[in-house]
């Protein structure tokens, strides 16, 4: 076949073609392309380096789809690339990613061409650990993470290296240096070499103490070491190695308290003189570098500034430490996390964020900025941007249960209940649900929403289960306390009510806005005596320009409690409207207005209940309703509403109503039709009298009027009615006497006869 020459446009041309079956996986398109190159190379322009380079850096990766790769003619190409001035870091990662064959010599150019390349050095130190040069990985990995201390697949591979050294060391028949293993088994957590080591008498007082100390972190609660801290190891002359130990175990626990007793301003740096011809020499750079103290104070710093964040809140301290952590390494990404806490602190959230960002552009992890932006949207109610970053944080990170309490309190406070209620149930039964997890704080998120819904039994399970992570009477635990109180107050439990609140008052964590609650309790005496440290409601204790709920609700009982009834119901009303359990805090402003006997606000009271909580309005509020129509003579409402209360409830109305002659609902009935002239239904009302084993004498005279005024002939009736009286208590007249004589007589007369 005659060879058909090119000019450079066709070439370059078919390297464009050649990239792109290479992209799209089309290696056997590919191959005949790489043929036509190859033989029209000569058009390439000699002095356009670019064009070979392109090339060049092609055929490597045309070489790699084969499966015996000829790294020879690989590493010829790269060369090639060295030649012509054209090599960039990327080629150097592609030929030294084939670790387990690609030589040493190319490594060592690699590396010192671009001592900062992190992705070289865990390549060359994944060739060492293949080799088992374990010490020269350590120190490659030690150098790589000085310079990207969150660089996490170099941590994970150093720490497997130092396992794999460690288990070298501890398995050969030749004695191993008792400093080097201890460093070993400090760095992978090894607790059996550790303890073993706690017998070596080959190691100094220091290094026993840490390896005591170490023993002694694994093995015990945090709430232990925190107790042993205090007593004994803070006493001691720590090693710095030790201290570090101690305080990232605090850190890890949240302990900031020990943190800043531990962690104190490292000494400066001493940074290597960046000079080297040799790989040699290049070793004994990353080793000095390793050996400078860099990370150690940077971590120094970070742990200083944590320290005054979550524990000191000393913003002087926050400040000092971000401010020579920046200066150690200007784009530290957690110094800038640092910046935006100090932010934080200050309410200053628009900074805050602004600060993540900065952090984020220079390296911080994309789930830990999502995190952080969880928090202020949290402190500005942003509760749909919080929804918005925990869906962006899922799309890419499985559901925590920090991202999920954020969830489902953003769907709380958008009163989603339904959609809250299936995101903390997934949380509690999907996740494991250690002491220091969000787990309590679901608890209460779902206590919250049974609250809302009146669930109280379900409330107090979640109760039980929130306060099993906390001590008994330390503060979370009253907290819980507290929530409940209300609880049994709007549950009209008010004997247990007293019980919960005597004990967080005793505990001195109840809430100033739950002492009124706690003071109308002991006022009425609901079977508990107000303690002797509890004043008496006043006045003076009253919210000027109540806004809240709790503003009203408190400020109706202290009316209620100092006899300001009027005021009092006036207050409880208000506060049922701005309450999730309407019905109790209406019929609460009910019991106010009529203590207060205020007729008409009752009566106002009971229309509202009836158009605000219809499922509220049962037989006691309609009857109180009719009753207090009675009472302020409006006789034809009073009528229809007792009309309606027998028609609604007619067995509870005869069956369970109270008989007293002097309570009794017919009796009312009767004097409303009486006061109304209605003279018919007054009779028929008290003829309902008559049927009681013992009339009342009242109701007998009554009726006796009625049936002589009517001129209705009811002898027999007569007869019974006079019958009646003579056999009660009260003195006959002499006429009803002789009158009682004659109706017998003509009754004989008439009927007998």
Request: charged letters at 20%.
């Amino acid at each position: 076949m005659e060879h058909i020459s090119l000019s450079r446009e066709d070439v370059i041309a078919y390297i464009q073609r050649a990239e792109a079956l290479y992209k799209a996986n089309l290696y056997n398109d590919l191959q005949a392309v790489m043929t036509i190159i190859k033989d029209n190379l000569e058009a390439l322009d000699e002095d356009n380096h670019t064009d070979y380079a392109r090339y060049y850096r092609l055929y490597m990766l045309y070489i790699s789809v084969f499966e015996d790769i000829n790294i020879p003619v690989l590493e010829s190409y790269l060369n090639a690339l060295i030649n012509i001035n054209e090599v960039q870091a990327s080629d150097f990662e592609f030929v030294c990613s084939y670790y387990t064959t690609c030589q040493d010599y190319v490594f060592h150019k690699a590396l010192m061409l671009y001592p900062q390349n992190e992705t070289l050095h865990i390549h060359y130190a994944l060739k060492l650990k293949e080799e088992q040069r374990f010490e020269e990985a350590i120190t490659t990995l030690k150098y790589i993470l000085e310079c990207y201390p969150s660089l996490t697949e170099a941590r994970f591979l150093l720490r497997d290296i130092q396992a794999a050294l460690l288990d070298q060391l501890c398995s050969s028949a030749q004695e191993s240096d008792a400093d080097q293993l201890l460093e070993l088994a400090s760095s992978t957590h090894n607790l059996d070499v550790l303890k073993g080591l706690q017998l070596d008498d080959r190691l100094d007082q220091t290094n026993l103490q840490l390896a005591n100390i170490q023993v002694a972190l694994w093995e015990n609660k945090s709430v232990e070491v925190l107790k042993q801290w205090k007593t004994e190891w803070k006493f001691l002359d720590l090693s710095v190695t030790t201290q570090i130990v101690l305080a990232d175990y605090a850190k890890a626990f949240m302990l900031y308290e020990m943190v800043a007793q531990i962690v104190k301003t490292p000494a400066t740096p001493q940074f290597p003189e960046v000079q080297y011809n040799t790989f040699t020499q290049y070793q004994n750079y990353m080793q000095a570098l390793v050996n400078a103290g860099w990370q150690q104070a940077q971590h120094s710093y970070v742990q200083i500034g944590n320290a005054a964040y979550y524990y000191t809140k000393n913003k002087t301290v926050l400040e000092q430490a971000i401010a020579q952590g920046l200066a150690l390494t200007p784009n530290n990404p957690l110094f800038f996390v640092l910046k935006a806490k100090s932010f934080f602190l200050e309410a200053n959230y628009k900074d805050t964020g602004a600060m993540y960002h900065v952090a984020f552009k220079n390296g911080l992890r994309t789930s830990e900025y999502l995190l952080y932006l969880l928090e202020i949207n949290s402190r500005i109610e942003s509760w749909q941007g919080i929804l918005d970053i925990v869906a962006q944080f899922h799309i890419k990170n499985p559901p925590t249960l920090k991202t999920l309490y954020f969830k489902a309190r953003a769907l709380v406070k958008l009163q989603q209940f339904d959609d809250a209620l299936v995101v903390i149930n997934d949380a509690l039964t999907g996740f494991p649900l250690p002491p220091h997890s969000y787990a309590p704080w679901f608890y209460n998120l779902r206590m919250s929403i049974h609250k809302i819904n009146q669930n109280y039994d379900a409330f107090f399970e979640d109760l039980n289960s929130e306060i099993y992570y906390y001590q008994e009477g330390d503060s979370e635990y009253c907290s819980t306390i507290n929530m409940a109180i209300e609880v049994l107050l709007e549950k009209e439990d008010y004997e247990e009510c007293y019980k919960y609140a005597i004990y967080n008052h005793e505990q001195e964590y109840l809430l100033p806005e739950l002492y009124p609650v706690f003071q109308w309790i002991c006022f009425y005496d609901f079977l508990n005596e107000k303690p002797e440290d509890i004043n008496d409601a006043s006045i003076d204790d009253l919210i000027p320009n109540p806004i809240t709920f709790t503003d009203y609700r408190n400020n109706g009982l202290i009316h209620w409690m100092t006899g300001d009834t009027n005021a009092g119901a006036d207050a409880l009303v208000k506060a049922a409207s701005l309450a999730t359990n309407k019905a109790y805090y209406f019929k609460l402003a009910l019991a106010c207005a009529k203590e207060g006997s205020n007729t008409i606000k009752s009566i106002d009271i009971c229309e509202v209940i009836k158009t605000e909580t219809p499922e509220a309005y049962d037989w006691n509020i309609e009857y109180d309703y009719a009753n207090l129509l009675y009472l302020a003579k409006r006789y034809d409402q009073a009528l229809l509403a007792f009309k309606q209360l027998l028609k609604s409830y007619p067995d509870h109305s005869f069956f369970n109503f109270p008989k007293d002659q002097n309570n009794m609902l017919l009796q009312t009935l009767k004097n409303i039709t009486k006061a109304l002239s209605k003279v018919e239904d007054n009779v028929k009302y008290n003829a309902l009298f008559l049927s009681k084993d013992q009339p009342s004498v009242s109701a007998l005279l009554e009726h006796l009027e009625w049936i002589d005024t009517s001129k209705t002939d009811a002898l027999f009736s007569r007869h019974n009615i006079l019958e009646k009286i003579m056999h009660s208590d009260t003195a006959f007249e002499n006429n009803q006497t002789e009158r009682l004589k004659a109706i017998k007589s003509k009754i004989s007369t008439t009927y007998f006869s």
